[in-house]
């Protein structure tokens, strides 16, 4: 009998540790797989810890980089004309209406709004010009003979700079047209167009001679003519430009190249008024395909010269 409970002592000892043993390794893969749970737990924590961290530290990335472009880059320099112009497919010329002009019948200063549209069709201001002239030359003189200059700068700089009075001090572009007196063929005007920061020569506008047909030639710095613009004489919009027939229809200046006068590369479209009494004028300039930035501000320019000999008040070109 001794020994039978010895044998049942021994037997619930050895369950005792088995069951402790099974217990213990039960706890253990608990333990594990709680420890698993919270490892992941705290590393999808720390990710999304980091993540936020690196967006944080992304935006203030980026922050600290426009700030530093706006403080470190020339907004009058040839870099960032070209990062203006180097994706606008199209070009926008708004006329600043003046309303003592509208009222008392006296020429003021022209001043322009210039627009760039990308492929994806995003208008954007980019530029605005200014004209500086004598109030003689304005009334007195025609356009021909009329002498002027003409600042454009960006118009995003007063957004990051506080402007003076005079707001086009620190200019992008100088336009300097002089005084001619055209006879025929001779002495044609021209408009002749400068980088403010290198005082160098970007190119120029002239107004060629024909008897019928309206031609502006479009040269480079070297003087070789780079685009040949023209128009039909027989457009309504330029044979009644001073009454509600001509205000009221499109007028179109077609862009060649000089070697190829067949073909258009673009085309320069004054846009139909609103009304008759009107005298602001707009348009639009679709840039040739792979035009440089010299060319596009060349062609721009050639737009508001288009707007001088044809579109102003005293309007009295040969």
């Known amino acids: 009998m001794d020994n039978n409970k010895n044998i049942e002592n021994d037997i619930k000892i050895i369950s005792r540790r088995k069951n402790k043993i099974i217990t213990s390794k039960s706890q253990k893969k608990f333990m594990r797989s709680g420890n698993q749970k919270t490892t992941q ?63 008392m019948g006296c020429q003021q200063p022209n001043n322009y709004h210039v627009y760039g549209r990308t492929k ?15 109030c003689c030359m304005r009334c007195c003189c025609s356009v021909d003979n009329r002498e002027f200059s003409m600042k454009i700068k960006s118009a995003i700089q007063n957004e990051y700079e506080n402007t003076d009075n005079d707001e086009f001090s620190d200019s992008l572009i100088n336009i300097i047209k002089s005084c001619r007196c055209p006879c025929i063929c001779c002495i044609r ?31 480079d710095k070297n003087d070789n003519e780079i685009f040949y613009i023209t128009a039909e004489c027989c457009q309504c919009g330029l044979i009644c430009r001073n009454n509600f027939l001509g205000k ?7 862009i060649y ?7 258009p590369v673009g085309d320069i479209c004054k846009k139909a008024a609103k009304s008759m009494f009107s005298i602001a004028d707009n348009y639009s300039i679709f840039l040739p395909r ?14 508001i010269m288009i707007d001088y000999q044809y579109f102003e008040r005293n309007t009295k070109s040969k």
């Open 41 to 103: 737990r705290s590393s999808n924590k720390l990710i999304n810890e980091i993540d936020s961290k690196n967006k944080i530290n992304l935006n203030k990335g980026k922050r600290r980089k426009s700030e530093f472009i706006r403080s470190n880059l020339n907004l009058n320099s040839y870099e960032y004309l070209k990062s203006l112009l180097e994706n606008m497919d199209e070009v926008v010329v708004s006329q600043e209406a003046d309303i003592f002009e509208a009222v």
């Open 189 to 219: 005007p021209i408009m002749n167009i400068f980088l403010t920061d290198k005082n160098k020569k970007l190119g120029s506008v002239e107004h060629g001679f024909s008897f019928c047909d309206p031609i502006f030639n479009i040269y």
């Open 248 to 254: 009221t229809d499109e007028v179109h200046f077609f």
């Open 257 to 263: 190249k000089p070697d190829e006068r067949t073909t």
């Open 120 to 134: 994806d069709g995003q208008l954007s201001y980019i530029l605005k010009c200014r004209e500086f002239s004598g």
């Open 290 to 303: 792979n035009s440089t930035p010299e060319e596009k501000v060349l062609l721009t320019i050639a737009g």
